[in-house]
């Protein structure tokens, strides 16, 4: 994508097409921004299954004018079995990344969809379930095209994923190679979870007759997530966390995300100082590679579930301890950087109808295909969040039945005092701080267009597709100058092809105050805008 889209009545940006185009297609008729999110989101579990689904997570974040940002946590606790002995009796040292015993936590991205919709009925929501859901059932029966994208992700990780319960007879061709890129195929099983769900409500999953089959299906399989632990669960409204930078504030989701080293990356970086005419050049790239490790210092040692935590994440939004962590920069030279990165995809969605209410929306099963158990009855891929948790007992991240472990997911808001309003968000794990950081800084700071900031190279810290990376991966379309400049302070340069999945697939919305929405979606996905 090369221009931005506009549009006057409502706008939806997602990675996959036709989850953009069934959003908009609400709008169209009538619906709100939370409503075409869920038809967005419905419709992107069933095509894009490689980074999100129903037996996933799921986070909210819902700007509506004249009131407070509300952030909705639609993610799932550690199941009553799930335990650390559980896994030492079976040789384990860690939740492992896939299999039975990596559906470690209850999959709770539906019950955020159900908040949602309470708050959607104060706006006098009118679609209906059945609606809202119409097209993901549409292309769970009939059938959808395998995208470019999960094309590619399926070819890296069939191999450990075929011997996974039920995910060859669903996602591999009959002799087991993986399906071409436009290659067809049908989920009826979720189909009928989809009517299911229209039929008989969301809660359904949890405590109704979808819960039963997917509690069956789970204990089948040897996971230890029970029904009791689908009956206990229930999404969670929560203060956003959020922070004042000049001219707007920015908002992003409280603990167990990551969102805390979102702001923080933002919040250290205004405070560099870094010119205009240093966008796009060394001075901009490197001051937020350097923002971004203090935040992931702070991040990687505090943020989890948020019992679990000994000091409230706002502290590290003060002005005192980003002043302070601010003066740790070099401004021509990288700090060391020894700590493990963290992986995971998932999509991030953006809407804003024509009453001006804007929704930033992320739902993953983790790491592609999440866990690769399929389950059976409901069609279901269960995510494998589980493996953020660790065995020390003495640390925040310890597996505990009923505690939350740590979330890459973190989707982002800011409003701007000139009252524009601008959602925005990516997947990849570690990348989604930096992507965020570098599409904010580009267009509010620096004043670029919206799907410039979206296209133009980007960089992450410490990406990789398989193990640990500690270097800086870098597309190389970037500057060679810049790569020489960000390679002489110090960082350790990795170069990926242009447009590499692994700088995630972003987008954003920009209401402004003139009723225009702009839009941008990535070119490294599946997507596009749809407004109308």
Known sequence: ?????????????????????AGAAVLREGGNAVEAMIAAAATCAVVYPHMNGLGGDGFWLISEPGRPVVSIDGSGAAGRRAAPETYRAEGLNAVPSVGPLSCATVAGTLSGWQSALELSARWEGRLGLARLLE???????????????????????????????????????????????GTLRKNPALAQTLESLARDGLDDFYRGGIGRAVAADLAAAGAPVTADDLARHR????????LGLDGCTVYNTPPPTQGLASLMILGLYERLRVPAEQAERFAHI???IEATKLAFRVRNTHIADPGAMQVHATTFLSDHLLDRLAAEVAPKRAMPWPLPALSGDTVWMGCVDGQGRAVSFIQSLYHAYGSGVVLPETGLVWHNRGIAFDFDAESPRFLSPGRKPFHTLSPALARFRDGRVMVYGTMGGDGQP?????????????????????????WALGRSYEGESRDVKV?????????????????????????????????????????VMEGAADPRSDGCVAGY
């Open 475 to 515: 597309e190389r379309r970037m500057d060679p100058g810049v790569i020489a400049a960000l390679e002489h302070a110090g960082h350790t340069i990795g170069l990926v092809e242009p447009f590499d999945d692994l700088m995630g697939h972003a987008g954003a919305i920009v209401l402004r105050p003139d009723g």
């Open 434 to 458: 930096q992507t965020q950081a570098a599409l904010f800084t580009r267009y509010a700071l620096y004043g670029q267009g919206l799907q410039a900031a979206v296209t133009a190279p980007r």
């Open 235 to 242: 999404s969670i409204r929560r203060r956003p966390l959020s």
């Open 1 to 21: 994508m090369l221009h931005t889209s506009y549009a006057r009545r409502g706008m939806v940006t997602a990675p996959h097409a036709l989850a953009a185009q």
């Open 135 to 181: 097209d993901a059932v549409w292309h769970a029966r009939e059938g959808a095209a395998v995208s470019a994208a999960e094309a590619r992700s399926l070819a890296r990780r069939r191999e450990v994923l075929a011997r996974q319960p039920g995910f060859a007879a669903l996602f591999l061709n009959a002799d087991g190679s993986a399906p071409a890129e």
């Open 286 to 288: 490197h001051g937020l």
